[in-house]
């Protein structure tokens, strides 16, 4: 039966709408499986201190969840140690987003948030479409990701009793104070680095070349148009001026930083604020930064810092051997092929990058032995190495508190790995 012109068209039609609805379901389920917001769900995630209350949504592997959920309880503790009477203004930011790929981290930025070029590892964003604290676990060591993460909880923190009264290097000194391991604790001072000291004394004496006033008198925009960029000198001054204010001379000025903090939390403009604390005059200001200047030229390196300085630069010795194939067997073998090698990496901390070669004796002793911060050979901290059978192996060490190791955990791609340092208590 030969079918008319009309029912050829009627036919062919009926066959072509399965086939652009499955075609149409098959481009919404590669979009379903492209999509990192659509393959995780909010949730209370396993790990995570239920007082932090943040909600989350992480495809990051277990055990950065468990690094991520211990800074949220440190976080908790600190904003509880805030100065007495120190206001809420709000509830802060109480999402949390965590990735285990750049890629997804990225789009999800400029898809969901608007925040298209944030490429830092760990970004605070407030914005029309929403807000979060986004976190990327490819590609950044788990100490790092660490320090930022609570860097950025600091920043929230301020959201909730300051929102952004506080002036900007008093906001950033604070973040960098977290990122250092400090709290608001009477003894929670935050590590003093090489990195950091460096920056401040390029020629390795004296104090900053930048003035108090220039701080202090910074407004928000000029800040944020570069001058207290993550890394700068005005950036690391400003941690430096509030470990000052926090603890220098048995904390002198720590009631006095205190009532400021308590004052703009409660609406007092930050310039009042500083003035009725801590004075505004020619005379005032010179008087504290000649008692800043002084403290600051009298700091050196933490013993702790310079542990951490030598892990981490072990840490990326035997990532970069293991990226040329080459995995370490035994404590010698090691030391001798980063020697071969003149191993070379930088080290990081506030944002202040140190470089350092394998052949800076003053700074990274062979594998056992040990410069300690006043530059004594023999009496610092031990490190051994121990050979893994289904890992790069470990690093121990002794003779220094705390006690830390360096241990590793799969990579998110076969054959990579990824290292931390913890305490070994």
Not at 56 to 83: F, H, K, N, Y
Not at 388 to 393: A, E, K, L, N
Request: hydrophobic share 40%; net charge neutral; proline share 4%.
């Amino acid at each position: 039966m030969e079918r008319s012109v009309a029912d050829s068209v009627i036919w062919s039609v009926l066959l072509v709408i399965p086939l652009l609805a499955a075609g149409s379901a098959g481009q919404r389920g590669q979009d379903l499986k492209a999509s990192w917001w659509d393959r995780t769900a909010e949730s209370g995630k396993s790990g995570f201190p239920v007082s932090s209350g943040f909600t989350i949504r992480s495809d990051a592997p277990s055990e950065v969840v468990a690094i991520i959920g211990s800074q949220l309880a440190r976080a908790t503790v600190m904003r509880g140690a805030m100065p007495a009477g120190v206001v809420v203004r709000s509830s802060g930011i109480k999402s949390l987003h965590i990735f285990g790929s750049q890629a997804d981290y990225l789009e999800t930025l400029r898809t969901r948030f608007g925040a298209a070029g944030r490429s830092a590892p760990v970004v605070l964003i407030r914005s029309s479409l929403g807000d979060t604290i986004a976190v990327c676990t490819e590609g950044i060591s788990d100490l790092e990701l660490s320090r930022r993460l609570a860097g950025e909880l600091m920043h929230n923190s301020i959201i909730i009793h300051f929102g952004t009264d506080l002036p900007p290097w008093v906001e950033t000194g604070l973040c960098l104070h977290a990122e250092g391991g400090g709290g608001f604790g009477a003894s929670e001072r935050a590590l003093v680095t090489s990195a950091a000291l460096g920056a401040l004394r390029p020629t390795g004496e004296g104090a900053p070349g930048i003035a108090l006033s220039s701080l202090v008198h910074c407004d928000r925009k000029r800040w944020s148009a570069g001058v207290g960029m993550r890394g700068s000198v005005s950036a690391i001054a400003a941690w430096s001026l509030v470990e000052f204010l926090m603890f220098a001379d048995g904390g002198r000025y720590r009631a006095l930083f205190d009532r400021f903090l308590l004052e703009v939390s409660r609406g007092v403009a930050g310039s009042v604020a500083w003035s009725e604390s801590f004075g505004d005059d020619e005379q005032s200001i010179s008087d504290m930064e000649v008692a800043w200047k002084k403290w600051l030229s009298g700091l050196t390196p933490d013993p702790q810092s310079v542990t951490l300085d030598r892990m981490e630069f072990l840490a990326r010795g035997i990532d970069d051997l293991l990226r040329r194939g080459v995995q370490p067997t035994s404590f010698d073998g090691l030391w001798q092929r980063l020697v071969d090698d003149d191993t070379f990496c930088v080290v990081e901390c506030y944002g202040a990058k140190r470089p350092v070669r394998v052949s800076d004796g003053e700074n990274h002793a062979p594998l056992g032995e040990s410069e300690p911060a006043r530059g004594q050979r023999g009496t610092g901290p031990k490190f051994e190495f121990l050979a893994g059978r289904d890992s790069p192996g470990r690093i121990l060490t002794s003779g220094c508190s705390p006690e830390l190791q360096l241990l590793w955990r799969k990579g998110a791609e076969p054959g990579t790995w990824a290292w931390r340092i913890e305490r070994r208590d």
